[in-house]
């Protein structure tokens, strides 16, 4: 066993913390005959152990809140996860997921265990005694943070830091520090900051602190400096706690006036009719992928989890010549965190509004069904089960044949094909053509060769089924929305 060397008490901590910038340099140097001399001494790995603690110590430990709220910075992580139900294959994948996610994030992942038991113990998550064993492992490997797959309360997480002795954070830390990283456009920024500051709020109390140099800036980018002083009385975690309130207040209205904006363009694409089609599906199934292979779009790809946050709506057009919306959506996740569901919901509604939902499943995953009932546990949750699904199984070249075969059996309305190679997408071009509501309006009509910007919307917003120049203009039969048959009605045969 490793010995276990007590934390040091806050006041060596500011001695040890002057010693950090001096000892780093050592510290690197040890780094690379780390392995060499994993078998010393007992000495040895014990200064091996306060070595890295204070490492760790420089800014994470003391700063968690701050590191929290912004950007993690995990560098060296062991993951934990508490399997409590399912098979042991579910809890591995759960795993490896939360490991594509610590990677994401940016972090290298030096070791994964796996705690067997009937629910999460109410103190440390994974209950004290593993909690011991898995600082060993943290002294072991050098890691500077813990990621527990959960949602941790803040209890949990002060009583496991307090064993382990470095930073630790759960899963929905951990997506919202992903979500902060990728969030581009204005809006996509203030619903993460808005979610992070949820997170924060019952959390502020453990971590205590001081939280205004968070204030100052944070996933928002907002002005800094400035803050109302404490008043009498008020505790330094009330006047955070407040101060955070009044920020969120403010964030939300200006979500409101954003989420305005988006709701007119929105309202001017249903005015059209124009049919929309949305791609939803888990985190790195190709959402992006498929829509630029089928607009020719230059969307955002790579593999990371979360590459797009910000909804992305293309123009489109069907074989038959039928236009289109296509939009792309932010990939979902398990145990996505609910505060971010729900600031999320603006992409998911767009969900809700479209005409047709492409489902983007990746077939290479190891558990794909598990992703198609995720996904559809959000598509239930925001409303949206009354829109027509397409499977769209991707990622066929790299597919086992056998997943794709058993994925197209069970799934009424699916489709395999490879956003990479191109591979099923005609197919799929034609499925979107049958399934996207059909104009209800069938007339003929000769419309005179002054107006051609009317043939061309017939073109584009109807579907033309016959076209014949003739001496008094283009003779169109054709399936029209309303409006247009409205307008058409002049030259209606
Ligand atoms: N082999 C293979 N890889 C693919 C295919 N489609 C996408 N990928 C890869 O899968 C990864 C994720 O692709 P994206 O299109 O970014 O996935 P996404 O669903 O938009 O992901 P998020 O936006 O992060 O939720 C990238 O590395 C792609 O190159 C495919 O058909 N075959
Ligand atoms: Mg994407």
Known sequence: MTPSKPLPQDDERLTESLRADALMEADAGWALGADADRDGEQLDREDRASLRRVDGLSTELEDVTEVEYRQLRLERV???GVWTSGTARDAENSLAELAALAETAGS???????QRRDKPDPATYIGSGKAQELRDIVLETGADTVVCDGELSPGQLIHLEDVVKVKVVDRTALILDIFAQHAKSREGKAQVALAQ????????????????????????????????????????IETDRRRIREKMAKMRREIAEM???REVKRQERR????????IAGYTNAGKSSLLNRLTGAGVLVENALFATLDPT????????????TLADTVGFVRHLPHHLVEAFRS?????????????????SHPDPDEQLISVREVIRDVGATHVPEIVVINKADAADPEVLQRLLRIEQRAIAVSAKTGEGIDELLALIDIELPRPQVELEAVVPYTHGGLV???HAEGEVISEEHTEEGTLLKARVHEELAAELRPYVR
């Open 108 to 114: 290298q992942i030096l070791d994964g265990v796996i």
């Open 197 to 236: 500051m949820q997170y924060m709020l019952p959390r502020l109390r453990g971590w205590g602190q001081s939280l205004s140099r968070q204030m100052g800036g944070g996933g928002s980018g907002s002005a800094g400096g400035g803050m109302a002083t404490r008043g009498p009385g008020e505790t330094k």
């Open 456 to 458: 061309s919307r017939v």
């Open 271 to 278: 005015r059209n009719k124009v049919p929309s089609v949305a």
């Open 78 to 80: 062991v993951l934990v």
């Open 259 to 261: 989420k305005t904006g």
């Open 347 to 363: 992409t998911m509604e767009e969900v809700g509004d479209a005409d047709l939902i492409l489902h983007v499943v990746d077939g």
């Open 313 to 324: 709506v293309r123009r489109a057009e069907t074989p038959s010549g039928r236009v289109y």
